[in-house]
């Protein structure tokens, strides 16, 4: 185990690098997180006490107990729960920061960003559903989130949730294929890429007739794909009915082998029996098995049906930056049954996750010289004892 003492240069380091994105003095006060300094003399003491209860591992009395053995901090369990629950707002004012840094740096990087946008469920202790939903936008080109949001279970994935602008590409799975937050992405002279049912969202031909699923599947052969001009309605909920057309879009269709058609079958069956409504599954349903559909707005002079599924193929990475924030930090292991309590569990998590991306992202971009690889040095300090 690592002294203090040992961590006290680390520990210094870090809050270097976020007095550069964020006065964490000036914010803890505003934001009424360091109102009273009882026991807790600043708000680099208060980040580091949220630290240890967060990624560190800790339990409120646990870290009490750290905090008085190392002459952090004289504090009870009862009073560090209390000054946790006051500090939520704080804590995502300085993740808020962190990203705002990351998402400044990469409008520098080039004019069209690809922005991958994915939702993950995170449940408190004796939950069998979801309580709390992690929203985040993920940056191939920078190898970092971008954007992310709390929510409860109540708040749902959409587009509309992303700050975007004009000439970013924003991709998602089908959670993301709704006619208005589509038309609010491209009325901000954005684009998007997204995976579709054939049920959510109405389609029509440049004519008007409504898109004939069959007609299109019965002319594919396995690995074959196929576009076509559509123009996007919106017509309501289950969009059953003719509505306001939107906008026009590509739908691009590629039929899917033997082997990856029973696979995706058998998850439809899976997912509509857990519904439990009684009712059988729709015709389309199982047909649309076979197929992977995605809708776009980037016009074929820029994008040819390949590169699209190709671009499409990218959404591993935010699955993949999702997985290191549950199997690394453990981000999903929450143990605080208070909301509040909760929330800054999982901010101080975020902080340690944006801090490492950082260090990650500026290592990659300033590689070491052969000449001086004694002297390159990475160093995020996420133990507290």
Not at 2 to 30: C, F, M, N, Y
Not at 262 to 273: G, I
Request: hydrophobic letters at 45%; one cysteine or more; a positive charge.
């Amino acid at each position: 185990m690592r002294t203090t003492d040992s961590i006290d240069p680390d520990w210094s380091r870090l809050l270097s690098k976020l007095e550069r994105v964020i006065d964490l003095g000036a914010t803890a006060r505003t934001s009424g997180a360091l109102v009273r300094r009882r026991g807790v003399g600043d708000a680099a003491t208060l980040l580091r006490l949220a630290l240890a209860y967060g990624p560190g591992g800790m339990s409120l009395r646990s870290a009490a107990a750290w905090a008085g053995l190392n002459d952090v901090a004289a504090i009870s369990d009862v009073a560090l729960l209390k000054r946790l629950r006051g500090s939520v707002d704080w804590l995502g004012d300085i993740a808020g920061a962190l990203l705002r840094n990351a998402s400044d740096a990469a409008r520098t990087t080039a004019a069209r960003r690809l922005r991958i946008v994915d939702g993950s469920s995170i449940s408190q202790p004796g939950s069998t559903g979801t309580d709390f939903r992690l929203h985040a936008t993920y940056e191939p080109a920078l190898a970092r989130f971008t954007h992310l949001e709390f929510t409860d279970v109540h708040g749902g994935e959409s587009f509309s949730r992303v700050p975007i602008d004009p000439g970013d590409i924003v991709l998602g799975d089908r959670a993301y294929a709704r006619a208005p937050a589509l038309h609010k992405v491209v009325s901000a002279g954005a684009d998007f890429i997204v995976r579709m049912a054939w049920s959510n969202v109405r389609l029509t031909s440049l004519d008007g007739r409504l898109i004939d699923w069959n007609t299109i599947y019965s002319t594919m052969m396995p690995g074959d794909v196929c576009e076509q001009e559509v123009r996007v309605e919106y017509s309501g909920p289950g969009c059953k009915h003719r509505g306001k057309p939107l906008f026009h879009a590509r739908l691009i269709v590629r039929r899917k082998d033997e082997e990856a058609t029973a696979r995706a079958e058998k998850s439809a069956r899976r997912r509509h029996q857990k519904r439990a409504d009684g009712k059988a599954m729709h015709p389309l349903t199982v047909a649309t098995s076979g197929f992977l559909l995605l809708l776009t707005s980037i016009s074929a002079g820029e994008m040819t049906a390949k590169d699209v599924l190709d671009t499409y193929r990218l959404r591993w990475q935010v699955e993949i930056a999702f997985k290191r924030l549950k199997s690394g930090l453990g981000i999903h292991k929450l143990p605080a049954r208070d909301e509040r309590l909760a929330r800054s569990w999982l901010m101080a998590h975020l902080i340690v996750a944006l801090l490492i991306d950082e260090a990650v992202t500026d290592a990659v971009d300033s590689p070491p010289c052969e000449d001086d690889i004694s002297g390159a040095q990475v160093i995020v300090v996420v133990e507290v004892a």
